[in-house]
């Protein structure tokens, strides 16, 4: 089937790249990657070869026999630059020789001042959605699928890791390190991460890699995963990537995790000393399936990726950390869902499963594919019962395992095997309208640990705020059902009464301090504005610091500090995050 994506300027009719071969040289003094990278196509060229990039420096490309003429002929802010290579009619492979860009998107570069051991620089890309084609021409779209091999050289100190299978380490002047991806991979997949990198086993097929300074506390916060793993194979079939490590990043990657296979990258600020946590990982983790193996076709069908993730992130969290536990994050996340809803709209296309056909893949409203999605595939589980509910995922993922699929080719199957789901949930409704069906009409959230809140939330409404003792046994979630739940504006001496009772200095939980922000600013408690700079300088989360600027900007008297703040932290951050911090500035002409 033809798959039309507005986020690529590649022709998904001609033939698609099926392998790589890269020699990548690490130059951390210039912030640039030089690379060779030699493409096997699956079919021989018919006409020119249309491929993404951005800001690349290309300096040759030929075939075996002879030289290509190239051209970046059409230019985009979003979509970047693309390179149109003549003279390939009937060839099936070509090598190109680039440098990328200090500006490329996927690539942040820190300085050792920005690391947990402050000695040593550190590299590391985030491809996802659109970003692939700053570090190497190509078919930037989930649709085409390539296996890979990497020499990656770096500074004689520093160790290489990607999401790839590591083959071999040859030590000289520099180090490098050899490596091979067997399974094919959309392009959003490819990972590359440079670091002064320690490297320890949690089990038989999980290992973790950190900074030295932080390794043993993120060995010890993610000690379960190979128990996680077990579980996730009961769900949803066997494991089929051989190994999972996690790569713990510096504080500013823009993201909580980042599926890249066989490696996970997730931020440091999950090491919380508590393993309070872990359901981050076992989201990534879930993607190994719902997304790594079955992946969206395009972005527009993100909530296959996201939603069916989510799902699986909940059935695991319900075996590892029980029933009320799981009830307690779904009542959150329905919450938190309707907040973003509303923030768009309830009537924004936004707010539909299927995505509008864009070439920018970022959703203004990121967080729907996610928990609408879960909770219409919830919906669908109801309609035929838990037990043929599990069957049908076990033959979803391996019926289109290593496969790219469009929402509707989705729907096709799950007409073909689950054709009760029909008669029962509204699916057109729940895929293509946007907002939520009537709450009557599907099985919203309930949880005990969150009606315990909101009975202190409506306690504190009628004037009682709640005490030390009410509140100090309270589940992580329930800490942040209560903020969630607390007025947009409460007094000034309230902000600090909660700071103390709930002790959030202490607990220094990121997604704690981001509530409590955004309800500080709005209340003018003026005192926090040091703490927010101190955060927003170091880190990246963006679901973490975003409603910080927005609610800054939204305030009268926090309006004049975002844009002097955010100037001063800039070069601390990924381009991701600078760009994402950038577009709420602009929008509000600051
Ligand atoms: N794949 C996403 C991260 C992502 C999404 C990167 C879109 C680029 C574009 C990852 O799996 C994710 O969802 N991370 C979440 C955490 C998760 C537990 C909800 C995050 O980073 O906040
Ligand atoms: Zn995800």
Request: charged residues 25%.
């Amino acid at each position: 089937m033809e798959i039309k994506d507005p986020t690529t300027y590649t022709d998904l009719t001609q033939g698609k790249i099926k392998r790589i071969d890269f020699h990548i040289s690490v130059d951390f003094s210039r912030h640039t990657l030089d690379i060779e990278a030699r493409y096997q196509l699956q079919e021989p060229v018919r006409g020119s070869l249309y491929l993404d990039s951005f800001k690349i420096d290309l300096k040759e490309a030929h075939t075996d026999g002879h030289k290509l003429e190239w051209d970046f002929d059409v230019e985009d802010d979003v979509l970047g630059e693309r390179l149109h290579l003549q003279g390939l009619e009937g060839e099936s492979s070509f090598t190109l020789i680039f440098r990328t860009s200090p500006e490329a998107r996927a690539l942040q570069w820190l300085n050792a001042s920005q690391t947990a051991g402050g000695n040593y620089p550190f590299l590391y890309s985030q491809c996802q959605a659109t970003h692939a084609r700053s570090i190497f021409p190509c078919q930037d779209a989930p649709s085409v699928r390539f296996t890979y091999s990497a020499e990656v050289q770096v500074p004689q100190e520093l160790v290489a890791v990607m999401a790839a299978e590591q083959l071999e380490v040859q030590e000289g002047k520099h180090t490098t390190f050899l490596f091979k991806m067997p399974q094919p991979i959309p392009s959003y997949l490819f990972a590359l991460g440079v670091g002064n990198l320690a490297f320890r086993e949690l089990g038989p097929r999980t290992g973790i890699y950190a900074e030295p300074e932080i390794i043993e506390a993120a060995a010890w916060e993610f000690a379960e995963n190979e128990i996680k793993m077990m579980e996730a194979e009961k769900l949803l079939g066997p494991y089929l990537w051989e190994r999972y490590d996690l790569l713990v990043l510096p504080p500013s990657f823009p993201f909580g995790g980042m599926e890249n296979p066989r490696l996970t990258f997730l931020t440091p600020t999950a090491i919380l000393g508590t393993r309070g946590q872990t359901s981050l990982i076992t989201h990534e983790l879930a993607h190994a399936w719902t997304g790594n193996l079955v992946t969206n076709a395009t972005w527009q069908d993100f909530w296959l990726n996201e939603g069916w993730t989510t799902y699986a992130e909940t059935r695991i969290t319900e075996v590892l950390e029980g029933k009320d536990s799981e009830d307690l994050h779904a009542a959150y996340n329905e919450k938190g869902l309707i907040a973003s809803m509303e923030r768009v709209g309830m009537d924004s296309p936004y707010t539909c499963l299927k995505l509008p056909a864009e070439k920018d893949a970022d959703s203004p409203a990121p967080t729907v594919p996610y928990y609408k999605g879960c909770f219409f595939l919830r919906e669908c589980e109801y309609a035929v019962g838990r037990e043929r509910f599990d069957d049908f995922i076990q033959k979803y993922m391996a019926s289109f395992q290593f496969q790219s699929l469009t929402t509707e080719a989705f729907l096709d199957f799950l007409k073909a095997e689950l054709p009760q789901v029909f008669e029962k949930v509204n699916v057109q409704q729940w895929i293509y309208e946007p907002g939520l069906p009537d709450a009557n009409t599907w099985h919203r959230p309930t949880s005990r640990l969150y009606d315990e809140v909101q009975e202190v939330l409506n306690a504190y409404q009628q004037g009682i705020r709640p005490t030390k003792e009410q509140v100090q046994d309270w589940h992580r979630y329930q800490i942040l059902s209560f903020l969630q739940g607390l007025p947009k504006q409460i007094p000034v001496e309230d902000c600090q009464y909660f700071d103390d009772i709930l002790e959030l200095e202490k607990r220094n939980d990121v997604a704690f301090f981001s509530h409590f922000s955004v309800i500080c600013v709005a209340s003018g408690y003026e005192a926090i504005l040091p703490r927010i700079e101190q955060y927003i300088g170091t880190i990246g989360r963006m679901l973490y610091i975003l409603p910080i600027v927005r609610a800054m900007i939204e305030t009268d008297w926090s309006r004049g500090y975002v844009r002097p703040l955010f100037e001063r932290v800039r070069d601390r951050h990924h381009q991701i995050t600078v760009n994402a911090i950038e577009g709420l500035l602009k929008k509000a002409r600051l």
